[in-house]
């Protein structure tokens, strides 16, 4: 699964995405990783809510601000805040799978986090069980 | 397996339900998915030691503070802390099997988290292997 | 999976281990389970590049710093500030494994962070898969 983000952060629910691959899989009884590519990039389960999603925004550059003196900076990246929200979010889920679907409670949604976007990114959808 | 919390914020050690649960299974290598299905909760692995608890439950309050003005309660909700502090510690874990038993360090333990209580709450488990 | 740090906190990128391991187990397509056996340690998966593990390091101190009076410490133990970054980066991940090898990202290597060193500590390696 690739994304092709326009601005510097953004977050898209990919729970259709993943219900598919694992729908395709035929699997039963298991799971479907979801694991981001990158390592400027989250993967959580939360709620499909644009009030929350901007509170997370905010809330996650108040713990992991952009700045232009982390030493990360030095090999002339800029990005060095992204990496730390990376570690903060954690960049994979398992989505449990029951009789067939994707077992998620009522308001959990599968979310991709973009947190230096502009660059062609991927996503890896990987169904196990039988 | 069910949670009906009195407080808003309660931390439970699991662990006894998460052997049981691979012990009926009768998995002799594999693992246990433990994951929240909801998003106002965490699941950790991490010491049963009760003053430890406290400093956690203080630590997520300075990290991911409650407060009135989240965009998110826009929609009437309150607890737009309770998501931000599932973000930050996560809502699954994977406990690994082996030998038909749960291979956990001599300090881990399995703990659920309530962010958002005094509703009723379930927690997955799943086990798989062979 | 055996450490024996010299330092307080350290850093080790593990990526080599975890490939020979899903080498030896013979899978063609599955997971390599990566799960410290410490609460004060952490795996994440990030960049093997010296400024940012510096950046990391001031990072964690600042959210999950060092303090006297944590309620913890009155077990006699010193470490309150190791559970407290264990939880905020997590013990745990997971490698997906692909046609063989691990299927990781171009700059994703798997780390071990010892934020309570100088004692023996221990990394479970668990491959799954077929």
Do not use: C
């Not at 981001?36 to 901007?54: K, P, Q, Y």
């Amino acid at each position: 699964m690739t994304f092709d983000t326009r601005r510097k952060r953004e977050y898209h629910d990919i729970t259709d995405e993943v219900a598919a691959v694992a729908a395709r899989a035929g699997i039963a009884e298991g799971m479907v990783l979801v694991s981001a590519m990158h390592i400027t990039s989250g993967v959580w389960i939360n709620d499909h809510e644009d009030g929350l999603i901007a509170d997370i925004d905010v809330w996650l550059e108040s713990l992991a601000p952009y700045r232009d003196d982390y030493r990360h900076h030095d090999t002339g990246e800029t990005n060095g805040d992204a990496h730390l929200k990376n570690l903060l979010v954690g960049h994979q889920v398992i989505v449990p799978i029951t009789a067939g679907r994707l077992d998620l409670g009522p308001w959990q949604r599968v979310y991709y986090a973009e947190f230096d976007g502009q660059r062609k990114k991927r996503v890896l959808l990987k169904a196990m069980g039988e």
